[in-house]
Each structure stands twice: as C-alpha cells, then as structure tokens.
C-alpha cells in the first residue's frame, strides 16, 4: 500500500527539541521530493519545510528559518524533520506530503504540543 | 514571496446548488495551481492541479479554471459529502504558499 506514515510528535516545553519521521511505503521514496505542512488548532494549511529528492536542495518557511532542520534517508524510506527552539505557536499537527509539484499524497499528521 | 487570497472565507448552500470558490495570486503562477479538500478531522486530499486537472478518483462535480493570477474551484451540484474547507495552493516555486481556506456547508 502506498502510504506516508508520521511520528514522533508529543508534549515539549517552550526552548524544546523533537524529531518527527515520516515512514513512506509503497513507491520508490528516493525519487520523490518531500515537504512538511502543518496545521495548527482550528487554523489552515501551512507548508514549512521542502527536500529535493536526493536532499541536495532544502527550503524553509521563515516562520522556522534557523530553527528546524528538514533531512530525509533514502536508504531506509524515511523523511525527517528536527525541531529545535520550539515555540507555544509551533503546536500544530505536522503532515509530511509526497511532491510533485502538487501534493498527492500525505499522511496522516502527528500533534506536536508546546507548552509549558 | 507571492501570497494566496481565497474567497469567501466560508459559504453555506443548499444540496444540489452550484458552489464557486476563488483563489487570488499576488503574482502571476501559469496555471501551477492545486485544490485540496480537508474534511472535518481529516487528511487533506488533492482535487486539482495544474488549475484544471482532475485528480484521478474525484467526482466530475469538481472542475477548476483560470491561469496567470486568477483561479476557480467550482462544484456543480453541491452534495453534503462536500462538506469540508477548500484550499488553493501554488507550486510554481517555493514556498508552496496555501491559501486561507474556504469552508463550504450546507444550509
């Protein structure tokens, strides 16, 4: 089955660290370009993070700019985002999206919680 | 970075009546432009892309239009299954800015 699947998300103080991964099943992971979108309580779409399929190119959202770090494993199918600095406004739930331009697949998103 | 405008914010029409919702560019994007639908506690799911393309799977009441600056998502006969928030989203380059979002239900 063709699938995205998060984790890694929980409950971190303000100045925090976590790690999300995206586990992709299904297709050929290394040829893909990847992104994080998120999307915080009650609130829309938010596109954060980009990765060229061979990782060589990254692009940031200024909202985290210096703070996250995006980064993917092509051996084990996997996409990574490294959250340092975390804000209360980061609290979201984090999708990762398979890229072709558009994005035609996605998972199923992992809450990320900061607060105090 | 080019900004995304859509509208309305949210709308409410009866079952069977014809729903358009617009999406405004800052600047032109061709026709590099996806519509998603994300149903209450869902996951988005991708309608459109490249303004007018059907996703394979999506009911022919979905159609898109427009290029340059100015776009449309039109739903010929509204069903209560589309119930959800729309969103537009361009991909010419980064960041793949999304737009506000609209919220459709039914009245």
């Known amino acids: 089955e063709v699938q995205l699947v998060e984790s890694g998300g929980g409950l971190v103080q303000p100045g925090g660290s976590l790690r999300l991964s995206c586990a992709a099943s299904g297709f050929t992971f290394s040829t893909y370009e990847m992104n994080w979108v998120r999307q915080a309580p009650g609130k829309g779409l938010e596109w954060v993070s980009y990765i060229s399929s061979s990782g060589s190119t990254i692009y940031y959202a200024d909202s985290v700019k210096g703070r996250f770090t995006i980064s993917r494993d092509n051996a084990k199918n996997s996409l990574y985002l490294q959250m340092n600095s975390l804000r209360v406004e980061d609290t979201a739930v984090y999708y990762c999206?398979?890229?072709?331009?558009?994005?035609?697949?996605w998972g199923r998103g992992t809450l990320v919680t900061v607060s105090s | 970075d080019i900004q995304m405008t859509q509208s309305p914010s949210s709308l409410s029409a009866s079952v069977g009546d014809r729903v358009t919702i617009t999406c405004r560019a800052s600047q032109g994007i061709n026709n590099y432009l996806a519509w998603y639908q994300q149903k209450p506690g869902k996951v988005p799911k991708l309608l459109i892309y490249?303004?007018?393309t059907l996703q394979s799977g999506v009911p022919s009441r979905f159609s898109g239009s427009g290029s340059g600056a100015d776009f449309t998502l039109t739903i010929s006969s509204l069903q209560p299954e589309d119930v959800a928030t729309y969103y537009c989203?361009?991909?010419?380059?980064?960041?793949?800015?999304f737009g506000g979002g609209t919220k459709v239900e039914i009245k």
């Open positions: 999206a398979r890229d072709r331009g558009y994005f035609d697949l």
């Open positions: 490249a303004a007018s």
């Open positions: 989203q361009k991909y010419n380059s980064a960041p793949q800015t």
